[in-house]
């Protein structure tokens, strides 16, 4: 009776379970089936009795799965379970975690196989989502960095604007930068990205320099953002913020040395005033020399062991020194300097050189300027010059990590646009092939898939254009500007079009640079004007240029609009990388075109900025080198399409 119960609990646990199963013989041919595998794999159960395990099993994984049944018929596994990708009847693919239990009989001979397949594509389409969002979340952490880094090197950049451009670009590397600011407060001093507001959902990292506390870094959501399931952040968001905060210090520390470094070599021009340094006095009338215990001591001797003269002097100049030293000290005898000043090597007691920072200054007859007596001092730079290698050593290695970092940066978004365009291919393929079998939501779905990734292939092209400004960029030449007006223009047709827009130009030069990043600036830049036009109005593009007044080796342009315009507190952080000042359904884009700009200008050594105080519409206006002529061609360019 126990027997009979037993079975019919196993056929209704057979016939009940939400699990695939399946009773097979060793070689594969199907004995029993349930409903569950029957709607998983859409055949009927006549269906299954007339096929074997090996037709619904993927090809590409039915050599792993045979290798497994013949060990598990062969004694050395009594089961196993693997993740299995499965061919239905009408050809899609499901994939399915499969257990397999070999019976045997009381000798141990093989007497069937029970096949459980569990439905797990909602695991593994949450497993591409959540390496597809990793993807794209390391993406952006990439280019804060770079972009950090960039920050970092720009020349004549200050400790305050580098803490004021990393608070605005903190934001976008963040799960949700629509709703994130950034402020970064170090020794009293604030710095806070626009619309931060302090909340509950902080990420906080402390500032230290020299090892004592000095400040934080820290990133906020507006209250309205929900935190996710383990709250608002994401473990490597706060790696980041870490990451970000040692850059700080370490530049900072930095900063703060090279400060250093020229207040001590400003105290050692006064100290030279004073005993410290070795005094020198050359009558020149008589030719008697006098050098200072200090002089001598500096070199390890005691004051009776040298004598006083220039055969003193000459004999313990390093050899390379010595014709560089007599010959500027005739000069500025002879009057052709105002001061005498230079570096040297002396020899010490025990053999080895001493740098020396040697100044002196000659008295004169007011008859005829005649020097009379030559005074000064030799200042020991052993200290200074260790200080200046270690900066410069540290510098260095700055730089080549930098240098590093932008490979990486280049390197990282050109691999990620294979398995985007792979998403892409494959989902409007499904949309091709299904799309009479597909309900509307399923037919939304696939465009917002193949919309995010075609946005996402947008960004990494972006990105990758941003990262060869530098790596990629051609050798300056000069580059006819109108030529390159005249080519953006080419490229801007379609919008020309459909806009009507009327782009007009004055008499351009010729630039020293790279034509096609010339071409590209003013493609970005009168693309802008066009996009960001009044509605039902035909926007006005004017592109001018003239000589900087602030600097004779520059030309000026500015590309003017009569656009919606920029609000002057946005003037300076529009051209930080993915900085948006309208939504992407009011227009569209990805945020680095003027960041592109910018750092192509500033590749050519030139700067970009707009203009205050415009009226109406908009004006950037950026600089670019001279060449040696200007553009033979005059005159206005109507961009309006017919």
């Known amino acids: 009776m126990a027997s009979e119960?037993?079975?019919?609990?196993?056929?209704?646990?057979?016939s009940d379970s939400p699990v695939g199963m399946t009773v097979t013989t060793p070689d594969g041919c199907v004995r029993a089936v349930n409903p569950a595998l029957c709607r998983l794999l859409g055949y009927s159960r006549a269906e299954f009795l007339t096929i074997s395990l090996d037709d619904v099993i993927h090809p590409d994984d039915l050599p792993h799965s045979r290798e497994a049944l013949r060990a598990l018929v062969s004694g050395t596994h009594t089961s196993w379970?693997?993740?299995?990708?499965?061919?239905?009847?009408d050809g899609k693919t499901v994939w399915a975690r499969v257990t397999v239990v070999l019976e045997r009989d009381a000798d141990g001979t093989p007497l069937y196989l029970r096949t459980y397949l569990e439905d797990i594509g909602h695991e593994v389409a949450a497993k591409r989502a959540l390496r597809e969002s990793e993807e794209r979340r390391r993406g952006k952490e990439l280019t804060c960095l770079f972009e950090l880094s960039r920050m970092i090197e720009r020349p004549g950049i200050g400790i305050e604007d580098i803490l004021r451009e990393t608070a605005w670009l903190l934001p976008s590397a963040f799960l949700h930068p629509d709703s994130a600011?950034?402020?970064?407060?170090?020794?009293?001093?604030?710095f806070a990205?626009?619309?931060?507001?302090?909340?509950?959902w902080r990420l906080r990292v402390p500032l230290e320099l020299f090892g004592e506390p000095a400040g934080f870094i820290e990133v906020c959501y507006r209250e309205e953002q929900p935190p996710a399931d383990s709250?608002?952040?994401?473990?490597?968001?706060?790696?980041?913020l870490k990451t970000v905060a040692r850059r700080l210090e370490d530049v900072v520390e930095r900063y703060r040395a090279a400060r250093r470094l020229r207040v001590s070599e400003e105290r050692f021009a006064l100290a030279a005033r004073g005993a410290n340094d070795g005094i020198w006095d050359w009558d020149l009338t008589t030719d008697e020399v006098?050098?200072?215990?200090?002089?001598?001591?500096?070199?390890?001797?005691?004051?009776?062991?040298?004598?006083?003269?220039?055969?003193?002097?000459?004999?313990?100049?390093r050899p390379d020194d010595k014709d560089a030293v007599w010959e500027s000290m005739s000069h500025y005898l002879a009057g052709d300097s105002d001061i005498y000043e230079g570096e040297s090597w002396l020899r010490h007691k025990d053999g080895h050189f001493v740098p020396v920072l040697t100044r002196g200054f000659?008295?004169?007859?007011?008859?005829?300027?005649?020097?009379?007596?030559?005074?000064?001092?030799?200042?020991d730079l052993t200290e200074l010059k260790a200080v200046e290698a270690s900066l410069h050593e540290a510098i260095g290695e700055l730089r080549r990590s930098n240098q590093e970092l932008e490979q990486f940066a280049y390197v990282a978004s050109h691999d990620l646009q294979e398995p985007l365009r792979m998403v892409a291919s494959y989902t409007q393929l499904l949309a091709r092939r299904y799309s009479d079998k597909l309900d509307q939501d399923a037919q939304d779905f696939i465009g917002y898939a193949v919309d995010g990734a075609t946005r996402m292939q947008e960004l990494i092209q972006d990105l990758l254009a941003y990262s060869r400004v530098t790596t990629r960029g051609a050798p300056s030449t000069p580059v006819d500007a109108r030529g390159a007006l005249d080519e953006a223009l080419i490229n801007l047709e379609p919008a020309i079009a459909e806009s009507g827009a009327l782009v007009t130009a004055d008499d351009l030069p010729t630039v020293l640079g790279d034509r096609t990043q010339v071409v590209q600036v003013l493609q970005n830049l009168i693309g802008n004007s066009i996009k960001f036009r009044r509605p039902e109005v035909s926007p006005h593009v004017h592109l001018s240029a003239q000589a900087d007044p602030d600097n004779d080796n520059l030309w000026m342009f500015q590309v003017a609009d009569d656009g919606i315009g920029i609000d002057p507190r946005h003037a300076e952080h529009v051209f930080v990388v993915f900085r948006r000042l309208h939504g992407r359904q009011e227009y569209p884009g990805t945020g680095i075109g003027l960041a592109l700009c910018k750092r192509i200008v500033e590749r050519h050594g030139g700067t970009i900025w707009l203009q205050p105080d415009v009226a109406e519409g908009t004006t950037v206006s950026f600089t670019l080198p001279k060449a040696e002529s200007r553009s033979s061609e005059?005159?206005?360019t109507d961009g309006r399409s017919g």
């Open 290 to 317: 006098m050098l200072s215990p200090r002089w001598k001591s500096m070199l390890g001797y005691d004051q009776d062991e040298l004598t006083d003269a220039l055969a003193t002097w000459d004999a313990l100049l």
């Open 362 to 379: 000659a008295l004169r007859r007011e008859s005829d300027g005649a020097a009379q007596r030559f005074t000064g001092t030799i200042t």
């Open 5 to 14: 119960d037993e079975a019919a609990l196993f056929r209704t646990t057979f």
């Open 634 to 636: 005059e005159g206005e």
């Open 181 to 190: 600011g950034a402020r970064i407060e170090l020794e009293g001093a604030e």
């Open 81 to 89: 379970a693997a993740e299995r990708r499965c061919l239905r009847k």
């Open 231 to 240: 709250g608002p952040f994401q473990v490597e968001e706060l790696a980041l």
């Open 193 to 200: 990205s626009s619309g931060f507001v302090a909340s509950r």
